[in-house]
T-cell receptor
């Protein structure tokens, strides 16, 4: 079935370090993936997306890597800042192409 | 408006009561989505509107849940005979493209059924 999961529920890093958040997905036919950041009391905020015809996409301080062979997605955050502390969700577009299916999330904690 | 607006931000209701949650999407966005998020979980899809029609309502858990979007902009999620298990944050999102591509979420309505 369609399921997007994460390897680790929590990740703690020091300010200035690079962070890597991982995600495994089960539907090999998925064509679109996205990362969201959610701060306490707020809705998810778009970070970066990637289509299945790409392996890598870069944004400002963030990079998403897609490995279709092992159905793995990762989000890399460079020079992590305290403001990056939040829950991060990966999501994939469902087979019907009508919605995003979310995993459970990884809580990133950044200490100064 | 500049973002997706949801009202109320918090709603406490008694078990068995009827509630309505409102979503104002970004102006011009034809696609609108409702999600439900329980504590510690990712958002769970409920329903997708393209314009005025529900293009996919497969995520609605049962017939106590219903949503409308009569003029293709504002949407209302309606829950009848609320149960304690309905307590969650209800998120609305909208997008220009629709079809499940990246969209903008509102801050949600926290529903508590007591």
């Amino acid at each position: 079935g369609e399921n997007v999961g994460l390897h680790l529920p929590t990740l703690s890093v020091q300010e200035g370090d690079n962070s890597i958040i991982n995600c495994a997905y089960s539907n090999s036919a998925s064509d679109y993936f996205i990362w969201y950041k959610q701060e306490s009391g707020k809705g998810p905020q778009f970070i970066i997306d990637i289509r299945s015809n790409m392996d890598k996409r870069q944004g400002q301080r963030v990079t998403v890597l897609l490995n279709k062979t092992v159905k793995h997605l990762s989000l890399q955050i460079a020079a992590t800042q305290p403001g990056d502390s939040a829950v991060y969700f990966c999501a994939e577009r469902n087979q019907a192409g009508t919605a995003l299916i979310f995993g459970k999330g990884t809580t990133l904690s950044v200490s100064s | 408006g500049a973002g997706v607006s949801q009202t109320p931000s918090n709603k406490v209701t008694e078990k068995g009561k009827y509630v309505e949650l409102r979503c104002d999407p970004i102006s011009g966005h034809t696609a609108l989505y409702w999600y439900r998020q329980s504590l510690g979980q990712g958002p769970e899809f409920l329903i997708y509107f393209q314009g005025t029609g529900a293009a996919d309502d497969s995520g609605l858990p049962n017939d106590r849940f219903f949503a409308v979007r009569p003029e293709g902009s504002v949407s209302t999620l309606k829950i009848q005979r609320t149960e304690r298990g309905d307590s969650a944050v209800y998120l609305c999102a909208s997008s220009l493209k629709g079809q499940g591509y990246g969209y903008t979420f509102g801050s949600g309505t926290r529903l508590t059924v007591v």
